[in-house]
């Protein structure tokens, strides 16, 4: 019987990113507050450990602010249950974890999440995601599309500080 359900788990498991030794750092896209005039810098990387290293500083200087990182991808079905999981080692900071339904919409549906200095493994439900534009929270219903086409992590806490979040894998239930 525990054989037949890790089964059904695993088969309703879809993944979204395996880092490994072999995935391209070129897959994500560093988008930092430079877009508006700041001075904070990220960068994406792969360890020697396959691990993604999203990594940086955050500059509060010329209206600057935040880093971010983003992959894009064929749109992911999804239902109003879904929810991502994601196995990562943060700093001990806060992160966002921002979704769109479509990359060309100009909002994200959002979330915070604190990480632990430790390797964890983070759930998000979908459902929870609330719409963001530029710090704001937009008078929309929460994430209720049937797919999304795109993910990012965002640091942005409002101070001056270096940052590294360690991802290993994501994937969506």
Known sequence: MNLI???LLIMNTSLIYDFNKNSSPKDWRIIDDGVMGGLSQGKFSIDPDGN?????????????????VRYQFD???VTKDSKVRIRLKGDGKEYQFRIKDKTSSYYSYITTFKTSGNWESIEIKLSDLYPSFRGR???????????FEEIVFLIGNKKNESFQLLLDKIELD
Do not use: R
């Not at 929270?137 to 797919?147: E, G, Q, R, V």
């Open 52 to 68: 993604g290293v999203f990594a940086g500083t955050v500059s509060l200087e010329n209206n600057g602010g935040f880093s971010s």
């Open 137 to 147: 929270t937009l008078d929309l219903p929460n994430f209720k599309s049937d797919s």
């Open 75 to 77: 749109k992911i079905k």
């Open 5 to 7: 359900f890790t089964y």
